[in-house]
């Protein structure tokens, strides 16, 4: 059974045909689809979905890109909803910082801070974003002692950066970047890391696969990303697989 770590399937864009998908990755053998939070005007969409399809898992959080709705009380709404569905929320997330992004930096770094104090609070992992921003993530975890791991979504970086994210308690998230072939670095350090570190996602969808650019990406193509991963590690398929399961359900809560 496979588990997609990181897929938005709550966005509008598959409003249409979510339910068909959903019975697709059935037939995959994907057995559970975890949905990020990315703005408080979402979350409650979230929960409703997970709470009509049985595959379906949710975190909840405040991703940078969506700073511009952004307002104070959404941390007092976030731990409201952290608390009541203590027994059905997988993780604090998607948070973290991107560089690459007009949104203020000083103001990111105020809310992912803020969100690592209430998922502190409230004994959860974290789903972290980043982007050209492992060195402060990194640092801003150390210094604030979060010690409840997590996953970092979509890694791409370095061997060390990489190790350094485990020695932390994360596992690192694996997409499709892995499928193409310019992605050399990435594909070496994926290569390189204990299978014990690696989970799968599509992030769906964003983050196309090889061959799909300019196309919605689905949590359908996960197999394809664990096929791309098979490529590169030299474990048995069976081994890649339930390692890749068992990775996730260890680093989030409530799987």
């Given amino acids: 059974m496979l588990i997609d770590s990181h897929c938005h399937l709550d966005f509008s864009c598959f409003d249409h045909d979510r339910a068909e998908i959903l019975g697709s990755c059935r037939k995959l053998t994907i057995e ?32 940078p890109y969506f700073l511009d709705n952004f307002e104070s009380e959404h941390f007092d709404k976030l731990s409201h909803l952290l608390n009541q569905y203590q027994n059905e929320v997988v993780a604090l997330g998607e948070i973290g910082l991107d560089t690459h992004i007009d949104v203020d930096w000083k103001l990111q770094i105020q809310v992912f801070e803020q969100q690592l104090i209430i998922a502190k609070e409230n004994s959860l992992p ?37 190790q350094t994210y485990i020695d932390l308690g994360f596992k690192i998230g694996v997409g499709g970047s892995i499928t193409y072939a310019r992605a050399s670095k990435t594909r070496n350090t994926i290569a390189e890391l204990p299978l014990s570190s690696l989970v799968l ?35 048995t398929k069976q081994e890649v697989l339930e390692a890749c399961s068992h990775n996730v359900k260890v680093s989030l809560a409530n799987l």
């Fill in 32 to 63: 559970t689809i975890v949905i990020p939070g990315t703005q408080a005007n979402q979350w409650q969409k979230q929960i409703n979905l997970c709470h009509q399809h049985p595959q379906l898992r949710f975190a909840l959080g405040i991703h």
């Fill in 126 to 162: 974290v789903i972290l974003h980043h982007r050209k921003s492992h060195n402060q993530l990194i640092r801003i975890l150390k210094d604030k002692n979060f010690t409840q791991g997590g996953i970092v979504h979509a890694f791409s970086g370095s061997l060390h950066e990489a």
């Fill in 201 to 235: 996602e599509t992030d769906a969808p964003d983050m196309p696969l090889m061959g799909k650019q300019g196309q919605r990406n689905s949590p359908e193509y996960l197999p394809e990303v664990f096929e791309s991963l098979l490529a590169i590690r030299k474990e």
